[in-house]
């Protein structure tokens, strides 16, 4: 199993659709958990953070789910701009490594 | 402005070649990161160094090999004993060492193999 998963997708979703993606990951005792997005064949940059409490910015709210071990992106009232590849990462097992899942793809149709 | 510079943004590697890729940061930052990321891939850990002088393997450090004698620059070299180079190479980097500080990439290398 592998220590981060994401369906690749594509979502292919309507302009001021709501779409949500999630990532599942096997070490239960993982306490860092972040979003980042990348666009096509650019560097990843960060999106969110996510936190056991939950957090929200702007449009997109990230949630964290430790019972189920999975964390989820929620986008609302989705952008043009918003199409890219959004990559789950937490920490591994070995806690001074993160862990990049392979991205979900998002396009985001007129 | 502060950021990470990686150079140069595409390389070509002949049969049996050694290559450089260089990255350097104005961030202050202590550790260093090299990363691979394959088509359709998730970024893959090749070293990291979590301060100057020292660097530990990552996941797939076999043909490959770094050093960091500044705190600004951690070159990495893809060896010929690396068979199948072809990938886009990011370096990142973070205030300190620890999976809870955020990581911020360059721009990236693409490497090809002519």
């Known amino acids: 199993r592998k220590e981060v998963e994401q369906d690749p997708g594509p979502f292919n979703v309507p302009e001021g659709a709501t779409v949500a993606f999630n990532c599942t990951y096997s070490?239960?005792?993982?306490?860092?958990f972040f979003w980042y997005r990348q666009d096509c064949r650019k560097e990843p940059k960060l999106l969110m953070s996510v936190y056991s409490s939950g957090n929200e910015d702007g449009r997109f709210t990230a949630q964290l789910n430790r019972a189920s071990q999975y964390i989820s992106l929620l986008i609302r009232d989705s952008k043009l701009s918003d199409s890219a590849t959004y990559l789950c990462v937490v920490n591994g097992r070995n806690t001074g490594k993160l862990i990049f899942g392979q991205g979900t793809t998002l396009q985001v149709k007129p | 402005d502060g950021g990470i510079t990686q150079s140069p943004k595409y390389l070509f590697r002949k049969e049996g070649q050694n290559v450089t890729l260089s990255c350097e940061q104005n961030?202050?930052?202590?550790?260093m990161y090299w990363y691979r990321q394959d088509p359709g891939q998730g970024l893959r850990l090749i070293y990291y160094s979590q301060i100057v002088n020292d660097f530990q393997k990552g996941d797939i450090a076999e043909g490959y090999s770094v050093s960091r004698e500044k705190k600004e620059s951690f070159p990495l070299t893809v060896t010929s004993a690396q068979k199948n180079p072809t990938a886009f190479y990011l370096c990142?980097?973070?205030?300190?060492?620890?999976?809870?500080?955020?990581?911020?990439f360059g721009a990236g290398t693409r490497l090809s193999v002519l």
């Open positions: 070490n239960s005792a993982s306490q860092s």
């Open positions: 990142a980097s973070s205030i300190r060492p620890g999976t809870k500080n955020i990581q911020y």
């Open positions: 961030l202050n930052h202590d550790a």
